[in-house]
């Protein structure tokens, strides 16, 4: 008999912070757990080992080379069994009870996708973080709005339970980008996800680590993150949808800022793709200052929506 829940958590060399996550999870016989360990340095092998070994209800699969978190997880929905599907960062944690409780309240319910709240902490000294403040924002919102927004503006596949067949139907995969490889993932899923659930309970914490490699933005990233928003715009236009990612031009400013003529030209490319012209890519770089204070308005009415974990 396969299970109802399939736990995907993509790992690469983290294993103390794999650890505290594992510790998260409750241990369930409707719960299957899938480390897709993304080719861990040798450095790393034996602790990722003693892992296996303290948590045998976890499977690990264990990948021959580093190709990303993307391909980790699409490699990983290879063996899912669940018939529900839900997603984890390994440097990220449940609250245990909290997800527990979630897991039982839908062991009978049938729905396409179900998103459920999180709180964000700093890694480094357990404060609040920014990180699920948008999310806390959305959940705060009214239906149906806040429904459309989980399906394309919440872009992490994290606090989403998925039924398996809305991904195997659709063919829905991660990207295998160095950056934003969940975004077209996220949007797909809240596309061709006919009933969707929200429960306010907050059942995951998303750890922030400010000034991790992770977070710079190198020439690769520069061209990827164009691309995927790119993409991403396309898709809202084509579907009739009322989101556009100004974002999009963030990399193309940035290399202009920093006289990386090279890396502008590869953003103009990406952004002509996704059908921009020289007109309307002059024009929004001209006012991206004024989108830039716009979000930064929107960044304090997120934070007035933050949830923390001594409230919860």
């Known amino acids: 008999m396969h299970p109802r829940y399939t736990l995907i958590i993509p790992h ?30 040798e450095g790393f092998r034996e602790r990722i080992q003693s892992l296996q070994m303290a948590y045998p209800w976890a499977y690990f699969l264990l990948l021959p080379e580093n190709r990303g978190g993307g391909s980790a997880r699409n490699e990983a929905l290879k063996v899912t069994q669940g018939e529900y599907v839900l997603f984890a960062d390994a440097d990220d944690y449940f609250l ?19 998103c459920f709240d999180a709180v964000a902490i700093d890694n480094a000294t357990d404060k609040p973080s920014s990180r699920a403040d948008r999310l806390n924002w959305i959940m705060k919102r009214q239906s149906p709005e806040r429904e459309q927004l989980l399906r394309y503006q919440h872009s992490e596949p994290w606090c989403k339970i998925v039924r398996r067949e809305i ?11 160095p950056i934003l490889n969940d975004v077209r993932f ?12 929200v429960d306010a309970s907050v059942c995951y914490c998303v750890c922030d680590y400010k000034g991790s490699v992770g977070k710079k933005m190198t020439n690769e990233r520069k061209i990827a993150y164009t691309r995927v928003l790119v993409q991403t715009n396309r898709f809202f236009r ?42 309307s890519i002059g024009w929004n770089v001209c006012v991206y200052p004024v989108w830039l204070f716009q979000w930064l308005l929107l ?6 929506a933050r949830r923390t974990l001594d409230a919860v």
Not at 167 to 177: A, M
Not at 186 to 197: N, T
Not at 299 to 304: A, D, L, V
Request: aromatic share 12%.
């Open 238 to 279: 084509e579907n009739a949808l009322p989101y556009d990612y100004k974002r999009v031009f963030r990399p193309f400013v940035l290399s202009i800022l920093r006289w990386e003529w090279k890396d502008a030209g590869a953003c103009i490319d990406e952004l002509r793709s996704g059908g921009e012209n020289t007109f």
């Open 299 to 304: 960044k304090h009415r997120y934070r007035q």
């Open 12 to 41: 690469y060399n983290q294993p103390q912070q794999l650890e505290r996550l594992l510790c998260s999870i409750p241990v369930r016989a409707d719960l299957q757990v899938v480390v897709a360990d993304d080719g861990s340095g």
């Open 96 to 114: 245990t009870d909290s997800l527990n409780s979630l897991l039982d309240r839908y062991a009978s319910i049938s729905f396409d996708m179900l």
């Open 167 to 177: 991904i195997e139907k659709n063919g829905i995969q991660f990207d295998e980008t």
């Open 186 to 197: 996220s949007y797909l899923v809240g596309f061709h996800s006919a009933h969707v659930l």
